[in-house]
């Protein structure tokens, strides 16, 4: 488990791993379009 000091820092940390996701998903979809969701 990650150590998470308050709400807050948790939700920066939440907000950090969402915008990773994204930018992996965004690269994913560039470098492979043919298998983007139609």
Not at 12 to 37: D, G, M
Request: charged share 45%; aromatic share 10%.
């Amino acid at each position: 488990m990650i150590k998470v000091e308050s709400k807050k820092d948790y939700e920066l940390k939440l907000i950090e791993a969402e915008r990773q996701l994204a930018i992996l998903e965004y690269e994913n979809y560039k470098w492979h379009p043919l298998k983007k969701k139609e």
